[in-house]
Structures are given as structure tokens and as C-alpha cells.
């Protein structure tokens, strides 16, 4: 049974990594709303991990060319953050991981032309909101099991150096979040240097 299911679970994640090519951003939100819906169980992660690196890079890679949708964006970093959760963080993490992360929520979203301006900022600071407090934990997980060294150099300590600025004085859980990894980054001293020109 347990072969069988491996072998399931490396079928769908190739079939989803070829699909993250298509031109069409309904199918690619589908391919994000798949991944999203395995990464909700925990005992798909020894086998997401496998894959889930290089389908996210394939998927974050279309902003050079076509904006991914907000929800697409929503939902590949609620599957990091799912992951970051689990034993997986440090296969994440040297997977080049943390670079997509940031790029998902960091750059400028597309704009849905249906809705109203009013109804487009709500639901845009809304979702960026969301990604931000799921891109806080991602980095606190990564920052207490991943490889610290690499966080640092990718930019996560840049990351939540900005965050501070951005939840300072309105939201002490997460600015507990984000104290708790830069503490935990500035536990290797190799990172003292970086993290000093990053701003900490």
C-alpha cells in the first residue's frame, strides 16, 4: 500500500510540474489549489518535498512572463507554509525555496479587472495581509530547523528586517514571530556580518 501510494504521489507531482507550463492561468491556479490540498496532510510531506522546490521555482519563474493570480500566490505560499510546519524545513530551504517565497509575496500582484477599485483594495490588502503573516511564520520554521546560513544569504533576514518597520507598534504576536528568527538566525555567528548589512 505504501508503494503503491509513493508511487501515486510521484505520478501527480510530475503531471502537476508539466502542467505549471501551461499558458493558461486557470490550469495553473488549479496546479496551486492541487499542491495546496496535498500539502494539508502531513504524511504527503516525506514525498512533497521531493518535488515541491523545483514545481514552486517553475511557478514563481512565470512572473517574468505572465503575472501569477492572487490566489495562486495565496495558496503556493500557504503549501510552504504547511511545509515549513513539518521535518521538511531544511530539504526546503537548500531547494532554493526561500528566494520563491519571498518573490510570491514581495512583488507586485496583478490586478482583477471584474471587481471595483474599492472591492480590488480591500481584497488586495486582504490577501496581502495573509501572505505576509503566512510568510513570517514560513521564516521563523526555516529560521529554528533550516540551515541559518542559507536563510540569510537568500534574503530572509533583509525580509524581516522590513516586517519590523511594517508591524511596529500594531501587531506584537508577529513582531514576537519575527524577534524569535532573527534571534535564532544570529545563533551562528557566520551570519553576524550579512545580517548586519541587511539592517538587523
Same mark, same amino acid.
Given at each position: 500500500?505504501?508503494?503503491?501510494?509513493?508511487?501515486?504521489?510521484?505520478?501527480? /507531482?510530475?503531471?502537476?510540474?508539466?502542467?505549471?507550463?501551461?499558458?493558461?492561468?486557470?490550469?495553473?491556479?488549479?496546479?496551486?489549489? %492541487?499542491?495546496?490540498?496535498?500539502?494539508?496532510?502531513?504524511?504527503?510531506?516525506?514525498?512533497?518535498?521531493?518535488?515541491?522546490?523545483?514545481?514552486?521555482?517553475? &511557478?514563481?519563474?512565470?512572473?517574468?512572463?505572465?503575472?501569477?493570480?492572487?490566489?495562486?500566490?495565496?495558496? &503556493?505560499?500557504?503549501?510552504?507554509?504547511? /511545509?515549513?510546519?513539518?521535518? %521538511?524545513?531544511?530539504?526546503?530551504? #537548500?531547494? *532554493?525555496?526561500?528566494?520563491?517565497?519571498?518573490?510570491?509575496? =514581495?512583488?507586485?500582484?496583478?490586478?482583477?479587472? *471584474?471587481?471595483?477599485?474599492?472591492?480590488?483594495?480591500?481584497?488586495?490588502?486582504?490577501?496581502? /495581509?495573509?501572505?505576509?503573516?503566512?510568510?513570517?511564520?514560513?521564516?521563523?520554521? =526555516?529560521?529554528?530547523?533550516?540551515?541559518?546560513?542559507?536563510?540569510?544569504?537568500?534574503?530572509? %533576514?533583509?525580509?524581516?528586517?522590513?516586517?519590523?518597520?511594517? =508591524?511596529?507598534?500594531?501587531?506584537?504576536?508577529?513582531?514576537?514571530?519575527?524577534?524569535?528568527?532573527?534571534?535564532?538566525?544570529? %545563533?551562528?555567528?557566520?551570519?553576524?556580518?550579512?545580517?548586519? #548589512?541587511?539592517?538587523?
Amino acid at each position: 500500500e505504501r508503494t503503491r501510494r509513493l508511487s501515486v504521489m510521484h505520478g501527480a /507531482m510530475g503531471v502537476l510540474y508539466e502542467l505549471a507550463n501551461s499558458p493558461s492561468s486557470n490550469i495553473v491556479d488549479k496546479v496551486s489549489k %492541487c499542491l495546496y490540498l496535498y500539502c494539508t496532510d502531513s504524511s504527503n510531506h516525506s514525498i512533497l518535498v521531493k518535488h515541491v522546490g523545483s514545481l514552486i521555482t517553475r &511557478l514563481a519563474n512565470r512572473t517574468n512572463k505572465t503575472k501569477l493570480s492572487l490566489i495562486c500566490r495565496r495558496l &503556493l505560499v500557504r503549501s510552504i507554509c504547511l /511545509m515549513s510546519s513539518s521535518s %521538511c524545513c531544511r530539504s526546503l530551504v #537548500e531547494d *532554493n525555496i526561500v528566494p520563491c517565497v519571498l518573490q510570491l509575496c =514581495f512583488e507586485d500582484e496583478g490586478v482583477d479587472t *471584474n471587481s471595483s477599485s474599492s472591492e480590488r483594495n480591500s481584497s488586495n490588502k486582504d490577501n496581502d /495581509m495573509i501572505r505576509t503573516i503566512d510568510l513570517i511564520t514560513i521564516l521563523a520554521n =526555516f529560521s529554528h530547523t533550516g540551515n541559518t546560513a542559507r536563510l540569510v544569504r537568500d534574503g530572509a %533576514c533583509g525580509a524581516l528586517v522590513s516586517l519590523v518597520q511594517q =508591524f511596529r507598534g500594531t501587531n506584537k504576536s508577529q513582531n514576537g514571530r519575527i524577534s524569535c528568527a532573527l534571534r535564532n538566525l544570529t %545563533c551562528y555567528l557566520g551570519n553576524a556580518k550579512r545580517m548586519v #548589512e541587511d539592517g538587523v
